[in-house]
């Protein structure tokens, strides 16, 4: 793994679980029916954080595990909870994530609790969108 990717996943592991829960808090909250978003709405949420169109293929296509052309709650979570395990964490999916959220916010090459949850509150808020 690159530097840069280590110390990516490095931060993202420390704030990643206290993050997580916060934000799966607020989902739960935020949703009525468990609550996912298309494929479509989270390529554009992708965008927004400058994702290129490889990108958004491979992390729609990563986090939809059930490849049922939507990302759920569920899929979300695990899919931010991946990027900070040592045997995840070096995955291709988990830097690009990581890559991502670093990018849609100072892009110091480190992701801070900040850039992780406003990667995590834009799912949220796409989520409350009628579809």
């Not at 990717?5 to 989902?27: D, H, I, K, T």
């Not at 494929?39 to 729609?60: H, P, Y």
């Amino acid at each position: 793994m690159s530097k840069e990717a280590e110390a990516l996943s490095g931060v993202a592991g420390q704030s990643a679980a206290a993050s997580a829960r916060g934000v799966a808090a607020r989902s739960s909250l935020a949703s009525s029916q468990g609550g996912s978003v298309s494929a479509e709405s989270f390529g554009e949420l992708l965008t927004q954080f400058g994702a290129t169109q490889a990108q958004k293929e491979q992390l729609t296509a990563g986090f939809d595990a059930n490849h049922d052309g939507k990302i759920s709650q569920e899929e979300f979570m695990k899919g931010l909870g991946d990027t900070s395990g040592a045997k995840t964490a070096n995955s291709e999916l988990s830097q690009a994530i990581l890559q991502l959220m670093d990018q849609g916010g100072n892009a110091n090459g480190v992701v801070d609790g900040k850039e992780f949850a406003q990667f995590s509150m834009a799912f949220i808020a796409a989520e409350k969108r009628p579809a």
